[in-house]
């Protein structure tokens, strides 16, 4: 057996929430209050102050004329969406059904991005009727959505998402400067631009995206120089005046042991000459960052009971009511290479100090459902709750809530 | 550009399919009129007489006296399990829910077995009630169990999942030999026995489950010896005569390329001894072998149309409108250590030679949403049909069909 795996409360996405009498506090109320008001274990509740104050420090650090949009795919909760509808300018969809719940939260279409590799036929008509900006991935969806609005006699508001020539240093997820399903091949832009120029469709600007979860403050900014300086080339191929660029998001949450948060002070610095560079080159250009995980990730916890504490020889597992099928991403098994355990903490005894190297576990009969691997935590009894941070995005909607026929948690916003 | 990632139509997984006019056969049916069918993609198809030879080969294989075990959470279609119904002995739940589906297809709770870490107080008393036989996770799980039964005047039927003190080799997932969430300590059990003869439980036998997913005959039959040993052994603490024992499952299926289906004959002989010894020693006992994915998972197929054909920087791209969110398995992240491909064809170009090597990518926004890394496949255009073998089993009830707000896929059962 080896030592705890780091499980440190001095984590920052732990030292960023405050306990009463040995509770974690959610939106001013203890944990077990939520759990009342909830009904049932286990569940996710999101802080709807701390998802403001999130926007609101973006605004405080994010040059001026930075039009600020909420990536729905994060965290699709109706609730999530209509507290986020008058905080943002706009919000980016990944389907029809994203579309939905954003048009059935109010929100403007005509501040509504749609981005997304394999858009049916259905959603490419959706989109277009709705009015939203649907963002091209390929000259064969531009073909099919030309000949969707010759039929329906639309004019498609459009940009060309745009597969970089570069790519983000330091990302979670590397989404460019190789091939890619993802956009039109930087080179191969200006030749689409031309065969766009002869069909029914508005043109409105690009969308390039580098990457996601990075930390980075230098390496977030030395790649939206370079989305910056990409744009304003290929404007040079446009059919009229670029008139949004999306330069994307990808501000990352420290998630693991080491992972310092991101320096947002410098990001909003660094970006002031990128937004002045865009607005200069591309006077009548919106600029539109879209975050997602940044926005709504640190407000997020999951939830759950302490069904059963056994010692397994001489190691310690906490059996608890949730695990892979509500989080598949804490269970490290959501396009993590390696498996590392989110910040995770009893908050049932909140602030107590670490007594005991455990394994907490779900209820599945499967060995990959596992929350935290060796964390040293306070003693914990059956009926304690166990709480995972940084859950807030892409928690419930990625996670295979049919998996072994258990009910789906719960989920409310405080 | 590395070459094909080894795709081969000789898979023995795709070489057990057949085809007509170029489209593979599910049931007699071409994959078209199976998609009309449905009414729409993507889908899961099982193949229903698939399903009833592999009972069938089982049944011939395996000794006189093995009782067969479906494990529902394999796959819980409501017409999976009430074909399976009349064909197998019994069942095996994990969950209250899949209990309810058990009962729902008709199912005898007398061969009804419920195992899993996380009971719930409510789950225990329902399946208490249901008069299933409850497999006994831990000490504190007893107690709990007790403690209903007292309250609610019950005798529930109870076997000890016993975690076993050596490991099974070559599994895809091992469950055994070390610390581990499941079943008792198989040293720890003798005193478990003595406190469980004083409480309100039936003693019915034990459960013991070495690891899951393997492929090797020998590996397979060397495990259940020692389990047959173990059970044997541990009978000698028993308050009352062995009635039950549950010997485990673990049969693989070959998804990557080099895997070879599992030598079922081999395995049939090897188990004759141990059901020998077994009811020689304990002659009130029923044996039982549970399976899920070896019974279903080769079954399935899960298809999905090809959107968009594109090529960035030299590799082709077919984009689906399926994907991660239907099919979380076959994109490597469900369990897997490294990425493999699942065997993939063109299911409407079925036979035809390989003349490229393309990604098979779904609709996801996100990279890790990738079916087929470099695999050697016919042309496919816009409307063909992709074919994912070996998906009858931690298929659809396995991945997160929420996630990006697409609707669920179809499912039938030919």
Redesign the interface.
């Known amino acids: ?1 080896t030592g705890p795996a780091a499980q440190d409360s001095a984590h920052p996405a732990i030292a960023r929430w405050q306990g009463a009498d040995g509770e974690i506090l959610i939106g001013g109320r203890t944990l077990r209050q939520v759990a009342r008001e909830v009904g049932r274990t286990p569940f996710y509740a999101y802080d709807r102050g701390r998802i403001s104050d999130r926007v609101a420090a973006l605004r405080a650090a994010l040059p001026e004329g930075v039009r600020l949009h909420y990536a ?2 994060a965290n ?1 909760m109706p609730a999530v969406i209509a507290h986020l509808a008058p905080l943002v300018d706009g919000v980016d ?6 579309l ?2 954003a048009l059935e939260a109010g929100l403007d279409p005509a501040e509504m991005g749609f ?6 036929d259905e959603e490419l008509a959706a989109a277009a009727v709705a009015g939203v900006l649907i963002e091209l ?5 531009m073909r099919r959505l030309a000949a969707i609005a010759t039929e329906r006699k639309l004019h498609p508001r459009v940009a060309v998402r745009v ?1 970089p020539d570069f790519r983000l240093k330091g990302s979670g ?3 460019g400067g ?5 956009g039109v ?1 930087a080179e191969a832009v200006p030749a689409l631009l031309h065969s766009l120029a002869e069909l029914p469709l508005q043109f409105e600007g690009f969308h390039i995206f580098g990457g996601s979860q990075n930390l980075s403050a230098e390496s977030l900014v030395t790649a939206e120089r370079e989305i910056a300086a990409l744009a304003i080339r290929l404007a040079a191929a446009a059919p009229s005046p670029v008139r949004y660029v999306n330069i994307g998001g990808g501000f990352g949450i420290p998630y693991f042991p080491k992972d310092q948060p991101l320096d947002l002070a410098a990001v909003g610095a660094g970006l002031t000459d990128v937004v002045r560079d865009i607005r200069s080159a591309l006077p009548e250009a919106r600029v539109v960052l879209e975050l997602g995980r940044y926005i709504v990730g640190e407000a997020g916890l999951y939830v759950c009971r302490v ?4 010692v ?4 310690v ?1 906490l ?3 949730g ?1 892979l099928h509500h989080h ?1 991403a804490a269970t490290g ?3 993590q290479a390696i498996r590392r355990n989110f910040p995770v903490a009893i908050g049932t005894r909140f602030g107590a100090p670490a007594e005991e190297t455990v ?1 907490v ?8 459902d596992l929350l935290a691997d060796r964390a040293a935590l306070p003693r914990a009894e ?1 009926g304690d709750l166990v709480v995972v941070f940084q859950s807030g995005a892409y928690g ?12 789906p948690p719960g989920e409310i916003l405080v």
């Open positions: 057996m729905i795919k699709p969809v990944a389907s029809a059904g994203e939905a719940r981005a997304g590799p394999g858009k049916t991935e390929s000259e064969g969806e597969n997820m590397h989404m190789g091939p890619s399903q993802f091949d069904i059963d504490r056994k397994s020889r001489g190691q597992f059996v608890t009511d695990g598949l098994n959501f396009g394994n576990v779900g209820c599945l009969c499967t060995p990959i059956v419930l909607s990625a996670s295979p809530t049919a998996f072994l026929g258990h009910p």
